[in-house]
Nanobody, 126 residues
Framework: VQLQASGGGMVQAGGSLRLSCAAS????????MAWFRQAPGEERKFVAA????????HYAESVKGRFTISSANAKNAAFLQMNRLKPEDTAVYYC????????????????????WGQGTEVTVSS
């Protein structure tokens, strides 16, 4: 299974970007698709996840109301619409996927995800 993330770039504060994550290499639909981000010198942090088996969405508090995660089941893809971007959103964004359900308490734990994309860089200037 391979995940390909794209859509990163440079934007001014208040702007928007849309990240895409396409999965290939297997025929099953990933139950969970998620986005994490890692700023320089920091640990990788949870951003958002879509539980397609339960039709539920989860967000980190820092992005609620500004970011929207969605998925396209037929294409085994996920998207992250990022609005009202802030300089503190600057990071490398990684998409992740897991073929089975993850308990709610672990959905923000990067260690439980089986597959990862290569990351796409987002830079927000003030």
């Amino acid at each position: 299974v391979q995940l390909q993330a794209s859509g990163g770039g440079m934007v001014q504060a208040g702007g928007s970007l849309r990240l895409s994550c396409a999965a290939s290499g297997d025929t099953f639909s990933h139950a969970i698709m998620a986005w994490f981000r890692q700023a320089p010198g920091e640990e990788r942090k949870f951003v958002a996840a879509v539980d397609r088996s339960m039709n539920r969405i989860h967000y980190a508090e820092s992005v609620k109301g500004r970011f929207t995660i969605s998925s396209a089941n037929a294409k085994n893809a996920a998207f992250l619409q990022m609005n009202r971007l802030k300089p503190e959103d600057t990071a490398v964004y990684y998409c992740a996927a897991h073929p089975r359900r993850i308990v709610l308490s672990a959905i923000s734990n990067s260690g439980v995800y089986a597959y990862w994309g290569q990351g796409t860089e987002v830079t927000v200037s003030s």
